[in-house]
């Protein structure tokens, strides 16, 4: 229940956010975007050089 109700505040947060500043919830998406990329490229070439 507890669990249920901070994932309603996260959401509901993230929602304020979005409206209000749509370029930096924009910008931090992004960055989070290439931050998995880079992380799945260097695993890509780790599990390529153990090969």
Do not use: C, H, W, Y
Request: proline share 2%; aromatic share 8%.
């Amino acid at each position: 229940m507890v669990q249920k109700i901070g994932v309603f505040i996260l959401v509901t947060f993230a929602i304020i956010a979005l409206v209000r500043e749509p370029d930096a919830v924009a910008a931090f998406i992004n960055a989070i975007g290439a931050a998995l990329q880079t992380i799945l490229a260097t695993l890509a070439q780790l599990f390529q050089s153990v090969q």
